[in-house]
C-alpha cells in the first residue's frame, strides 16, 4: 500500500488522505476576498494498531531521513503517485511484553508533503 524510498512498509490500520491548498488571502475593497492559491499539497494521516518492536523499528528506520519518497494511492486520480515528504511527529504506547520483547500500540504520524 506504501512505499518509503522504494520500500515496502508496514499497511497501516489507519490511512487518511489530505488534500491541502496553501494560499495568501485577503479582501479587497467590495468585502470580497481573492486567494491567491500557492500550491497544493498531499498531507497521509496514519495510524497503526499494534506493531511488534522490530516492526516499529524497520517503519521508524524507513522515515529517518529529513525528507524522502514516498509511494501511495492518490485519490484524486485513483492511480500510484510518487512525491517527496517529510515526517511529523511521531507516537508509540507501549502496551505490554509478549517473550520478553515489548508490544506497541496506537502508533501514529503523518507525512507531509515538501
Known amino acids: 500500500m506504501l512505499k518509503v524510498d522504494g520500500s515496502i512498509i508496514s499497511t497501516p490500520s489507519e490511512f487518511t488522505v489530505g488534500v491541502q491548498d496553501i494560499s495568501q488571502a485577503e479582501r479587497v475593497a467590495s468585502g470580497r476576498i481573492v486567494i491567491d492559491r500557492i500550491a ?20 521508524l528506520t524507513a522515515i529517518d531521513k529529513v525528507y524522502f519518497n514516498v509511494e501511495y494511492l492518490d485519490i484524486r486520480t ?33 507525512f507531509i508533503e515538501v
Open 78 to 110: 485513483n492511480s500510484m503517485q510518487t512525491r517527496e515528504f517529510y515526517v511529523g511527529d511521531r507516537s508509540a504506547g507501549m502496551y505490554t511484553y509478549r517473550d520478553g520483547n515489548p508490544i506497541y500500540i496506537d502508533i501514529g504520524f503523518n
Open 40 to 59: 497544493t499539497k498531499i498531507k497521509l494521516n496514519m495510524k497503526w494498531s499494534v506493531l511488534n518492536a522490530d516492526e516499529l523499528a524497520t517503519l
